[in-house]
């Protein structure tokens, strides 16, 4: 079984910053996407940004420029840096793998989310 451990969140002041860690554990044979997704009360879970293997990257237009996602695919590790976050950032924020647990198995996992909340 794949596991993705989300850490990190919490509550921070608008204009602040947070880094979220997602670590994947278990048995894998490859990790390719990697992926920061986010659920504010009452709206849908959204893309926020993905990352490939190989370090391309894409964002969602309402964090560009504030948030950057980064991976270490030593350790099997995604991250989101967050900064001048705004109160509209308040969400539960999910990670996401697209894993390989052999050459033919391919699954979609998520992590169990974690809190954040920008707010004075």
């Known amino acids: 079984q794949v596991r993705l451990m989300e850490s990190g969140g919490g509550l921070v002041q608008p204009g602040g910053s947070l880094r979220l860690s997602c670590a994947a554990s278990g048995s894998m044979f490859r990790i390719n996407a990697m992926g920061w997704y986010r659920q504010a009360p009452g709206k849908e879970r959204e893309l926020v940004a993905t990352i490939t293997s190989r370090g391309s990257t894409n964002y969602a237009d309402s964090v560009k420029g504030r948030f950057t996602i980064s991976r270490d695919n030593a350790k099997n590790t995604v991250y989101l840096q967050m900064t001048s976050l705004k109160p509209e950032d308040t969400a539960v924020y999910y990670c996401?793998?697209?894993?390989?647990?052999?050459?033919?198995?391919?699954?979609?996992?998520w992590g169990q989310g974690t809190q954040v909340t920008v707010s004075s």
């Open positions: 996401n793998a697209d894993v390989y647990r052999n050459p033919l198995s391919r699954n979609d996992y």
